[in-house]
């Protein structure tokens, strides 16, 4: 396992594999587009999942695991994730057609589950020295079958950092991982989705941070998007794959100094339905889409490529992570109220 001195490290999940032009039309094979994409996001921290790089994995086609080899080539920072809710999300649909005939039974998802978890084990014995650490296959928010698939890993001698979903009446066992000696730990958002106002996830947060500052635990959260909550606490790294997600849909992440938040906007010149909802850069007066156009100019793209081209908003949207969120870090502790450790 791998610390980095600059926290959080953000880790960006999700990838444009089906990219194969460049932003001026021309063919590229998937090095070059990765390639492309490093040089000029500045993204250096990639979160790789099991299943689709690995050998043996269910969702491996190839394309994934060469970016993946790429990644490993250049010496970026990896997080390597488990693939669980993939596995999850595989067997479902799997499933999904003849379960109302009763035909498949848990046994075979049973099977599945534990060839996915030896091909696992095998691919993390084999590269983990390329990776800063790997994760638990949560595939189950069950604190107790968490703990012993945890238990597992680490019995095959896999360094696999525990996740904890922080459903209720679970914090014993978080309490356990620390006992046990994890160094990292990753919070799920079970426990935030079933808190539902803004002061019990606070409370959430504050509980499992004091515990972690009290055994010298760091801390890792997934899905952790919103700059309030990425920079009151201290975590050691978190990861988004929201980058990936909205430049396939059109969409610009970019930072709001004036709410301290990440906004989105539709720029793509493919026009939004009009029954969406989203923001759009087509329905903006056209004041407003010229101080638009400038303020994402200032970051060092050209507007009309990030209008019609998908690789150049995969790069700025990383772009965005990569660099200028990380620099927003002062700015939004300053107008946040910060957490404070009791063990202090």
């Known amino acids: ?12 999940s999700g990838f444009f594999s089906q990219v194969k032009e460049g932003p001026d039309g021309q063919k590229m094979s998937l090095n070059q ?5 490093r040089k000029k996001s500045g993204a250096r921290y990639r979160c790789f999942s099991f299943p689709y790089v690995g050998e043996g994995g269910f969702y491996n086609t190839g394309r994934m695991e060469e970016v993946y080899q790429r990644a490993v080539d250049k010496g970026d920072g990896i997080l390597m994730d488990s693939g669980a809710h993939s596995f999850h999300n595989f067997v479902k649909s799997a499933t999904g057609k003849i379960s109302s005939k009763k035909k498949q039974k848990m046994t075979d998802v049973g099977r599945l589950r534990e060839q996915t978890v030896e091909a696992y084990i095998e691919f993390i014995k084999k590269d983990h020295k390329k990776w800063d650490f790997a994760v ?7 604190a107790e079958i968490c703990y012993k698939m945890q238990h597992r890993f680490w019995d095959a001698g896999c360094d696999v950092i525990p996740v904890f979903h922080g459903e209720r009446g679970s914090l014993e066992y978080f309490k356990r991982y620390c006992d046990d000696g994890a160094k990292l730990i990753g919070l799920g958002t079970g426990g935030i989705n079933d808190r539902r106002s803004w002061d019990k996830k606070r409370v959430y947060f504050d509980i499992l941070f004091n515990l972690a500052t009290k055994h010298g635990v760091k801390l890792h959260g997934f899905a952790i ?68 156009e400038r303020t ?4 060092g793209f050209d507007f009309g490529k990030l209008r019609t081209n998908l690789i150049e908003r995969y790069c700025f949207n990383a772009a965005i992570y990569a660099k200028h969120v990380p620099e927003l870090k002062e700015l939004v502790k300053g107008t946040r109220v910060r957490w404070k450790s009791l063990s202090t």
């Open 225 to 292: 998007t919103h700059l309030s909550l990425m920079f009151q606490y201290p975590w050691y790294s978190v990861d988004s794959a929201t980058w990936a997600k909205c430049s396939a849909y059109g969409k610009l992440i970019f930072p709001n100094l004036k709410r301290n938040t990440l906004s989105m906007i539709h720029v793509s010149d493919h026009a939004l339905s009009t029954r969406s909802s989203d923001t759009s850069y087509n329905r903006l007066p056209v004041h407003m889409r010229k101080e638009f």
């Open 296 to 299: 994402i100019e200032d970051y």
């Open 1 to 12: 396992m791998h610390f980095h001195k600059d926290t959080p490290v953000i880790y960006l």
């Open 33 to 37: 587009v990765v390639d492309y994409w």
């Open 136 to 142: 638990n296959f949560d595939y189950t928010h069950n």
